[in-house]
C-alpha cells in the first residue's frame, strides 16, 4: 500500500513538473517572438532615419500603406527620392515588406503595388517574390516557435490528425503549396501561420512560396505601372488575370495527378 501511494505521488510530481516546463517554455516561446518584433521595429526605425531629411508636407506620407491614397501618396513621395537615394529606397521597401510578411500584419499587397511603380518589372517582381519568400519563412519559424507548442497543449489529438495528413500526401507539398499561393482559397497569412503547426516541411514551403507568389505578384506589379489611375486594390484584378491565376493554379497540381495514375496504373 505504501510503495503504490510512493509511486502515485512520484507520477504526480512528474506531471507537475512536466506542467512547470511546458508553461516555462511556451514563456520562453512567447518572450522570445516579442523580442524579435523589438528588433524588428527597431530596423525598420533605422531605415527610416537613414532616408534623407523630409519636408514637412512629406512626414506624413512617409507611414505603413494600408488603402490605395496611402500607396498613392508614398509612391509620388519615393518616387521623388528615387534617383538620387535609389537603394535606401529598394531597402526601405525591402524591410518593409518582410516586416509585414513576418508578422502576418495585412498591407503587403500596396508593397508590391508600389514596387511595379518604382521599379522595372524584372526588379520588382524578384523583389517581391524575395521578400515574400523571406518574410513567410520568418513567420512559419514564429509560429513554430509558438503555435505548435499552443496546439499539441491544447488540440493534441487534432494535431496529431493533421500531421497524419500531412506526411501521407508529403511528395506533393510543393504541389500544393504552389496551388494554394495562386489561388485565394486561403490568406497567405494563415498559410505562413499554419504550415509549421500541421507539419509542413520548411523546404517545400519556401520554394513553393517564392515561385507560386509570382503569378498574382505579377498582376500587382501591372497595376502598380497606372498607380495613379487605381481607386482601390481591387482595381489591379481583372477576370483575365484571375482566369489567368486559376488555370495556373490547376496546372501546378497536374504533377500529383500524374503520380497518382501511375501509381494506380502499376498496383
Known sequence: MTECISQMMCEK???NTKDTNGETSTRRAVLTVGLIFVASLIALF???MSFPELEEDEKRHMKLPFHIE?????????ERYKDLY????????????IFLQTF????????????????RFPIALL????????????CYLLSSLLGRRLLYRYFPEKANEWTVTVVKH???LLYYMLFLRMTPLLPNWFINLASPVIGVPMMPFTIGTFLGVAPPSIVAIQAGQTLHKLTSSSDAWSWNSIITL??????????????????????
Open 13 to 15: 510530481a512528474l506531471h
Open 46 to 48: 533605422y531605415v527610416y
Open 127 to 138: 523583389l517581391v517574390c524575395t521578400c515574400s519568400a523571406i518574410g513567410a519563412t520568418l
Open 170 to 172: 508529403r511528395d506533393n
Open 70 to 78: 496611402d500607396a498613392k501618396n508614398l509612391g509620388k513621395l519615393l
Open 86 to 97: 535609389y537603394f535606401q529606397v529598394l531597402a526601405g521597401l525591402f524591410v518593409t515588406y
Open 246 to 267: 486559376c488555370v495556373l493554379a490547376l496546372l501546378s497540381l497536374l504533377p500529383v495527378l500524374y503520380k497518382q495514375k501511375l501509381k494506380q496504373k502499376f498496383e
Open 104 to 119: 502576418a500584419i495585412p498591407g503587403s499587397i500596396f508593397l508590391s503595388i508600389l514596387s511595379g511603380f518604382l521599379f
